[in-house]
C-alpha cells in the first residue's frame, strides 16, 4: 500500500518540506538554540508506519544533540583539531576522567603534530599508514629540562626550614614536581619547570638545560595510538560528518604476543620483602606490601582510606582509586566494577596496618597543621594523595640495590606476583579472578604462564600416579563368567 502524501499528525519537532514532497525536517532546540537536519523515509508506508517511523527519528535526533554530538559545530571542513576538541568535550559523559585524560595527551602528543591541521574529509588511509609507520620506527621527540646542580641549592636555601605543604603551596607546583627537582638529572616537564624559574625568578636557561630525546614507540603503544584516533573519526561518522572512519582501511600495528610481565617468582619474593622491610618511608613501604600480599593496584593501595580496613572482621574494602585528572589528583571510582571487593585481611597485615596507623597518628601531629587529614593509609608526606612515581622510584632503588631480581619490576608486577602465587597454589581461576577484581578471560590470558606451570605440574602428578601403577605386580586376567537369562 502507498503511504500517504500526508501524516494526518505528525510528531513534535517534525515538519513536512512543501517544496520537496517525501522529504521531512528534524528540529529540536537546546539552551536556546535550534538545530535542524532533514530526514527523507521510505516510500511504501502506510500512515501509522509512517508516523511511527518518524518519531523515533526525532527522539534518536533530540538524543544525538542533547549529548552534545552536534553542538560544536564540526563540518568535514573542520580541522582534526577542532573535530578532537569537540569529541574530548562530549566524550566527558561516556568515559572515565581518568581514561579522557590519557586520551588527550596521547593525541596531543603523538596525533596533532601531523594530522591536527588537515581537514577531517581530506584524511586518508595512507596518511594514517604513514603516521603509524613513523611512530613505529622514530617515535616522537621529547623535550624535557634538568635542573642544574646551583637551582636545586638555590630551591632549597628558599625553603629553609619551612614545612613542605607551606612551600608548594608558594610556588604553586606538586609534590611530584618538587622531588623531580631535588636531585640532579631528574626530567622536568617545560610547564613546571617554567613555573619554578619564573617564581624564583632565574632565567629558564639558567636554571634548566633542555634536552630532547627521539625514539621508536613500541607496538602497544601505537596501536593505543591507533584507538585514540579512531575513535575520534568514529565519532564523526555517528555524527554524520564523515561517511567511514579511514584508520579502519588503514595498515595498523601487527603487536604479536604480549610480552610477560615482570613478576616474582618463590625465590626472588624473599629477596624482595627483605629489601622492602628497609624502605625509610612508611607510606611507600605499606602500599608496595598491600599491593604484593592483596593484589591491589597502584591507585587502589594509594587511595585506600583508614574506615575501608574492618579490623573487626578482618576484611579489606576495595573500592576507590586515585585518579588522574586534568586538575589533579583525586580519589575516584575504581578501573571497573568487577574491581570493587572485599579481600581477607591476614594476621600479618592487621598487625602492620595498626602499627603504620599509630605511627601515622602520631606523625601528623608532630608537624601540626601543614598535615592535610583525608584518611588515606599511604598519604603522601602531608597526608595528600601519594604521586604513582613515588612507588616507581622506590621499586627501582630495589631492584637496583638487588640486581637478582628482574630488572623490569615495577609496581605492578608485584599484582602480577600475587595472582601468580594464588595460580601456582592451586587456587581455581574464578576464585583468583574475584580476588584480583578481573575477568577469568583476562587471569587466563595474562597469566597463562602459571596456568601452563601448574598444568605441567599436574601432568607431573598424573605421571607419577602411573608409573606407581605400573610398578604393582599384574593382576591376574579376568576370566569371562556367562550367565543364563
Not at 518518524?54 to 563540518?75: F, H
Not at 554524520?240 to 582501511?249: E, F, G, H, K, Q
Not at 574491581?339 to 581477607?344: A, D, E, F, M, Q
Amino acid at each position: 500500500m502507498a503511504r500517504t502524501k500526508q501524516a494526518s499528525k505528525l510528531p513534535v519537532g517534525v515538519t513536512e518540506r512543501k517544496d520537496r514532497p517525501g522529504l521531512y525536517r528534524l528540529s529540536v532546540m537546546i539552551e536556546g538554540k535550534r538545530y535542524s537536519e532533514n530526514f527523507r523515509p521510505d516510500e511504501n508506508l502506510t500512515q501509522r508506519q509512517l508516523q511511527s517511523v518518524l518519531q523515533k527519528q526525532i527522539d534518536a535526533y533530540r538524543e544525538r544533540v542533547e549529548r552534545g554530538a552536534l553542538r560544536g559545530q564540526v563540518t568535514d571542513k573542520s580541522t582534526l583539531d577542532e573535530a578532537a576538541e569537540w569529541y574530548f568535550d562530549t566524550a566527558r559523559m561516556n568515559i572515565r576522567e581518568s581514561t579522557l585524560s590519557k586520551s588527550k595527551y596521547t593525541y596531543g602528543r603523538y596525533i596533532s603534530p601531523d594530522l591536527g591541521k588537515v581537514k577531517v574529509k581530506s584524511i586518508t588511509s595512507p596518511m594514517v599508514s604513514q603516521l603509524l609507520a613513523d611512530l613505529l620506527d622514530h617515535g616522537g621527540g621529547k623535550t624535557y629540562y634538568t635542573a642544574l646542580p646551583s637551582f636545586i641549592e638555590e630551591v632549597a636555601k628558599m625553603r629553609g626550614d619551612r614545612p613542605l605543604k607551606e612551600f608548594l603551596a608558594e610556588i604553586g607546583v606538586s609534590e611530584n614536581a618538587y622531588y623531580r627537582l631535588r636531585k640532579p638529572n631528574h626530567e622536568t616537564p617545560h610547564h613546571i619547570a617554567a613555573k619554578m624559574s619564573e617564581h624564583f625568578n632565574v632565567p629558564l636557561d639558567k636554571a634548566f638545560t633542555k634536552t630532547k630525546t627521539q625514539r621508536p614507540l613500541s607496538a602497544g603503544m601505537v596501536s593505543s595510538i591507533t584507538y585514540t584516533l579512531s575513535a575520534i573519526l568514529t565519532a564523526l561518522v555517528r555524527a554524520d560528518v564523515l561517511t567511514r572512519n579511514p584508520v579502519l582501511s588503514a595498515t595498523k600495528t601487527r603487536i604479536g604476543e604480549a610480552k610477560r610481565g615482570a613478576y616474582l617468582d618463590t625465590e626472588q619474593l624473599p629477596i624482595f620483602q627483605a629489601a622492602l622491610s628497609l624502605v625509610s618511608e612508611d607510606s611507600i613501604r605499606i602500599a608496595l606490601t598491600l599491593c604484593l600480599q592483596l593484589g591491589l593496584r597502584s591507585g587502589e593501595a594509594r587511595a585506600l582510606r583508614w574506615n575501608d580496613v574492618d579490623y573487626q572482621s578482618g576484611i579489606v574494602h576495595i573500592d576507590h582509586n586515585a585518579v588522574v585528572t586534568e586538575k589533579g589528583l583525586i580519589i575516584g571510582e575504581p578501573k571497573t566494577k568487577r574491581s570493587i571487593r572485599k579481600l581477607p585481611l591476614s594476621p600479618y597485615l592487621h598487625a602492620l596496618l595498626l602499627e603504620h596507623q599509630d605511627a601515622q597518628a602520631l606523625y601528623a601531629r608532630s608537624i601540626g597543621s601543614a598535615w592535610t587529614e583525608m584518611g588515606l593509609v599511604c598519604p603522601n608526606q602531608t597526608g595528600g594523595i601519594m604521586e604513582r612515581s613515588r612507588l616507581h622510584v622506590a621499586v627501582k632503588g630495589i631492584i637496583k640495590a638487588n640486581p637478582e631480581l628482574p630488572q623490569d619490576l615495577h609496581p605492578h608486577s608485584l599484582r602480577h606476583s600475587f595472582v601468580s602465587l594464588l595460580i601456582s597454589s592451586g587456587l581455581d581461576v574464578v576464585t583468583v579472578a574475584s580476588l584480583a577484581g578481573d575477568t577469568v578471560d583476562v587471569i587466563t590470558r595474562i597469566y597463562a604462564h602459571a596456568l601452563k606451570e601448574r598444568e605441567a605440574a599436574a601432568m607431573d602428578n598424573i605421571g607419577g600416579v602411573f608409573a606407581q601403577i605400573s610398578a604393582l605386580p599384574a593382576a591376574p586376567p579376568l576370566r569371562l563368567v556367562s550367565a543364563d537369562y
